[in-house]
């Protein structure tokens, strides 16, 4: 695989490595570190910064109009203070989005395996239902598998328009 920096593999003769490039340039960290002098600030923790931006309901709502239109933009914070709560939100929140998978179950909530090994076609999908009178703490996931005990809060969370 090749990008208009070059490759994403650095060829050794065992096998391919995989290399990091960096997406943030020195002038966009710059731009950052001087918003907030005396203070250290790592393209690493830039990029959290704008993951956490980017999730944030009240820049989603402010930049609504321009965001259907144009690439977003990047605002600077007042503080330093303010910088590292999206830095670190954006970190926690990445953390979460990359390893949804090995997330604990919310407390609480019941997963119904029915009957039987579990085999792959098990958890292949043919529709999705709530339970009798569309009720959302109950997801029927296909006719085998079935979620119930599910709070209402957890439908807030959205990802690609679907909670």
Same mark, same amino acid.
């Given at each position: $695989?090749?990008?208009?920096?070059?490759?994403?593999?650095?060829?050794?003769?065992?096998?391919? +490595?995989?290399?990091?490039?960096? &997406?943030?340039?020195?002038?966009?960290?710059?731009?950052?570190?001087?918003?907030?002098?005396?203070?250290?600030?790592?393209?690493?923790?830039?990029?959290?910064?704008?993951?956490?931006?980017?999730?944030?309901?009240?820049?989603?709502?402010?930049?609504?109009?321009?965001?259907?239109?144009?690439?977003? +933009?990047?605002? +600077?914070?007042?503080?330093?203070?303010?910088?590292?709560?999206?830095?670190?939100?954006?970190? +926690?929140?990445?953390? $979460?989005?990359?390893?949804?998978?090995?997330?604990?179950?919310?407390?609480?909530?019941?997963?119904?395996?029915?009957?039987?090994?579990?085999?792959?076609? &098990?958890?292949?999908?043919?529709? $999705?239902?709530?339970?009798?009178?569309?009720?959302?703490?109950?997801?029927?996931?296909?006719?085998?598998?079935?979620?119930?005990?599910?709070?209402?809060?957890?439908?807030?969370?959205?990802?690609?328009?679907?909670?």
């Amino acid at each position: $695989m090749t990008t208009s920096q070059g490759s994403l593999f650095e060829q050794t003769p065992s096998q391919p +490595r995989l290399v990091r490039r960096e &997406a943030i340039t020195d002038e966009g960290l710059k731009h950052f570190q001087d918003a907030y002098p005396g203070k250290t600030i790592s393209k690493q923790d830039l990029f959290y910064y704008v993951y956490g931006i980017l999730h944030s309901p009240e820049y989603r709502e402010r930049y609504a109009d321009t965001l259907r239109k144009e690439l977003p +933009r990047i605002p +600077r914070v007042k503080t330093y203070k303010a910088f590292k709560a999206f830095s670190d939100a954006g970190r +926690r929140l990445g953390e $979460m989005h990359v390893n949804f998978d090995s997330q604990p179950i919310y407390e609480g909530v019941k997963v119904d395996y029915g009957k039987g090994p579990l085999t792959p076609e &098990a958890f292949r999908v043919e529709k $999705m239902k709530y339970g009798k009178g569309k009720d959302k703490s109950i997801l029927h996931y296909n006719d085998r598998i079935t979620v119930t005990a599910i709070p209402l809060e957890a439908y807030d969370y959205v990802v690609n328009g679907k909670s």
